[in-house]
């Protein structure tokens, strides 16, 4: 069973960082490509970082320069190194796997967790 949990979110003033977990649970992290989303309130959920197998990384224009994706394959561990804050980073991130295997891709999600930036 998969399971991914992230960690990390809080309250935080604009210009503040913050830095999100996502722990997968399973042996097949190290063989994806990991991606974090967020989706703030009233809007659709949107793309914000990739890190493949191969740590490949990218991100969207939004949060270009200010954040920074990582992962430790010893420890199944997706991280979001948040940066420069802005009101308009203010949602609920999640995390997403993406594996594929014998031709079949799957795809799993966090439960998310709540960023507020607010003066």
């Known amino acids: 069973q998969v399971q991914l949990v992230e960690s990390g979110g809080g309250l935080v003033q604009p210009g503040g960082s913050l830095r999100l977990s996502c722990v997968v649970s399973g042996s097949i992290f190290s063989a994806s490509d990991m991606d974090w989303y967020r989706q703030a309130p009233g809007k659709q959920r949107e793309w914000v970082a990739t890190i493949t197998r191969a740590r490949t990384t990218n991100y969207a224009d939004s949060v270009k320069g200010r954040f920074t994706i990582a992962r430790n394959n010893a420890e199944n561990t997706v991280y979001l190194e948040m940066n420069s804050l802005k009101l308009e980073d203010t949602a609920v991130y999640y995390c997403?796997?993406?594996?594929?295997?014998?031709?079949?891709?799957?795809?799993?999600w966090g439960q998310g967790t709540q960023v507020t930036v607010s003066s």
């Open positions: 997403n796997m993406k594996h594929s295997s014998y031709g079949l891709r799957r795809e799993y």
